[in-house]
């Protein structure tokens, strides 16, 4: 039975790698260069369940960013606009020559931290096994360090101008307007409808590896770029 649970765990894990392809903007190998900076990514649940309406959770989506994952990434270089490693194979969590996947254990031991969790979507073991073997096993970290970063630095999402933000909730403001509500360390992934509008999708802070702002890097850009026109940031379950 233990077996059986952690072959549906890898599956989807596994189609997903299979299925993945770069953007053209993007370098991602294994055991890439030195990384430079962290990312901590969060994404503004209300949105994501306008993506993807079925997810576990998405009935009743809470008004809040939730974390998506802690990356570690490379500078820019020309086009290259979002170069990070990925898969990696030296961890020392793994064996070597490996990208290892979290056995059953090591999931428990991570879905039973409450601080955790609180920041993450209702059925999070998917996304964690998939930010695991993407990006934990490239941090250098064991997967509980790995996990945990994930709430000891999620005190690096702050707002410039919080207040402002919160009046954006629920309206399309133009893009420049939401830019200035965030610190000078971010940057942001938007989504499109099939209409066309636009959406907060995520804000990634830049930070170095004990929270600080990161900010010789301004030209990251992961997936969709926001274009400078009115954007949603769509309600949800305050």
């Known amino acids: 039975m233990r077996l059986l649970k952690a072959s549906l765990l890898l599956f989807p894990l596994a189609w997903i790698n299979a299925a993945m392809a770069l953007d053209p903007n993007e370098q991602a190998y294994a055991d890439a260069p030195p990384t430079r900076f962290l990312v901590y990514s969060v994404t503004w649940q209300p949105t994501f369940c306008k993506m993807k309406p079925t997810t576990a959770g998405c009935e009743q989506p809470p008004q809040r960013f939730l974390t998506h994952g802690v990356w570690p990434y490379s500078e820019s270089i020309g086009k290259y ?39 993450v979507p209702s059925d999070p073991a998917g996304m964690f096994a998939h930010e695991w073997k993407k990006h934990g096993t490239c941090s250098g970290q064991t997967m509980q360090q790995y996990f945990e970063n994930f709430v000891t630095l999620r005190k690096v999402v702050t707002f410039e101008d919080e207040a402002a933000f919160k009046q954006m909730i629920g309206n399309a403001t133009m893009f420049s307007e939401i830019r200035k509500a965030f610190p000078a360390n971010t940057a942001f992934r938007c989504y499109k409808d099939v209409t066309g509008d636009q959406y907060l999708h995520e804000v990634f802070y830049l930070i170095d590896s004990q929270g600080e702002p990161y900010l010789n890097e301004r030209n990251l850009q992961i997936g969709v770029q926001c274009a400078e026109q009115h954007t949603w940031i769509p309600r949800g379950r305050a």
């Open 81 to 119: 606009t979002n170069r990070h490693p990925q898969f990696c194979t030296r961890s020392p969590a793994c064996a070597e020559g490996e990208a290892c996947a979290m056995s059953e254990d090591a999931m428990d031991k991570v879905l039973d931290n409450a601080d955790l969790r609180a920041l």
